[in-house]
């Protein structure tokens, strides 16, 4: 009787938990800046020196920082986690703070 409970607790369906190592939740954040237009616009589609996460807004989300040779720019990275119960990952959009300077 035992055994045939687990079993069937085991086949029971059950919340699943999913992921991202760093790594590739970092690439996905990445993708979403450059997938802005509103942040290319921004930078007048100058090319980009270098992408560094340099903290957390008030609110909780990622501010990011894009230099270019001509102005830095902040963004900030708005996470759009999946719905409660779903599986998947968080996505992001990411939209400018601010103008270049």
Known sequence: M???ALILALLL??????ALSGFY??????AAIFASGAVADELRQAPVRSV???????????EWT??????????K???HPPEDGMVGMTTY?????GTCN
Do not use: Y
């Open 52 to 62: 560094e996460n340099t903290g957390t807004f008030p609110d909780g989300e990622d």
């Open 66 to 75: 894009i230099r270019t040779q001509d102005c830095d720019l902040t963004v």
């Open 13 to 18: 369906p059950a919340p699943a938990m999913a």
């Open 2 to 4: 035992f055994r045939s």
């Open 25 to 30: 939740d970092s690439s996905e954040k990445i």
């Open 93 to 97: 959009t990411a939209e400018p703070v």
């Open 77 to 79: 990275l708005t996470s």
